[in-house]
């Protein structure tokens, strides 16, 4: 079974605190995603990763770096919080040649 | 650039009531078809993919979609709901072989609420 754990089920964190949100796949995936889910507006992607060290901008970027040092691991970092970074934030995995994504239990961060 | 529509924000059914819920898409090709659900508290779980041939497909948990592609729809169904298939459902669609096929565009959900 593949296993995506995100390190934070919930996070309290005070405006301008830069934060790390960690996902850690054990499938040797290739490809691994952040997203952040808001009530009505679904899940919007934020960036992915299809190797060690490289990223590419989803379509929400602004405010977010990322950083993937080794295959299993995909961090996401706000570099300074902001309150309309509160949100539910979901990373997934993808192994090459496949389309299904798995997805992480996610984390709740509030930023207050 | 593909989009996801899901008309139903939320849905009320009665358990051992039929369900349908509704999802249109915006490609100019055939893209690849998911649905996913996630349970309160949970990540997302994938039900039922479509990439070609038989249009109606089946999943995980007694769920089914069918590929209109006059419509450009992608239901899903199920016969008989169950009390813990209240959750939220997300139609995602994904563009085939143009290098950024492993990208996926969501809809915004079906809160499904189940009652007794």
């Known amino acids: 079974d593949v296993k995506v754990t995100q390190s934070s089920r919930y996070l309290v964190k005070r405006t301008g605190e830069k934060v790390f949100l960690e996902c850690v796949q054990d499938m040797d995936h290739e490809n691994m995603f952040w997203y952040r889910q808001d009530p009505g507006l679904g899940l919007r992607l934020i960036y992915f990763?299809?190797?060690?060290?490289?990223?590419e901008k989803g379509d929400i970027p602004e405010g977010y770096s990322v950083s993937r040092e080794k295959k299993e691991r995909f961090s996401l970092i706000l570099e300074s919080a902001s309150t309309n970074q509160t949100s539910m934030y979901l990373c997934?995995?993808?192994?090459?040649?496949?389309?299904?994504?798995?997805f992480g239990p996610g984390t709740r961060l509030t930023v207050t | 650039a593909q989009s996801v529509t899901q008309p139903d924000i939320h849905i009320t059914v009665s358990e051992g009531a039929s369900l349908e819920l509704r999802c249109n898409y915006s490609y100019g090709a055939t893209p690849y078809l998911f649905w996913y659900v996630q349970s309160p508290g949970q990540g997302l779980q994938l039900l039922l993919k479509?990439?070609?041939?038989?249009?109606l497909v089946q999943g995980i948990k007694g769920f089914e979609a069918e590929f209109k592609r006059s419509q450009s729809s992608f239901n899903l169904r199920k016969p008989s709901v169950h009390w813990s298939d209240a959750a939220e459902y997300f139609c995602?669609?994904?563009?085939?072989?143009?290098?950024?096929?492993?990208?996926?565009?969501f809809g915004t959900g079906t809160r499904l609420q189940v009652t007794l």
């Open positions: 990763s299809y190797d060690v060290k490289m990223k």
């Open positions: 997934a995995s993808l192994g090459f040649n496949s389309y299904e994504q798995y």
């Open positions: 995602a669609v994904g563009a085939p072989n143009t290098g950024t096929a492993s990208k996926l565009t």
């Open positions: 479509y990439f070609s041939g038989d249009t």
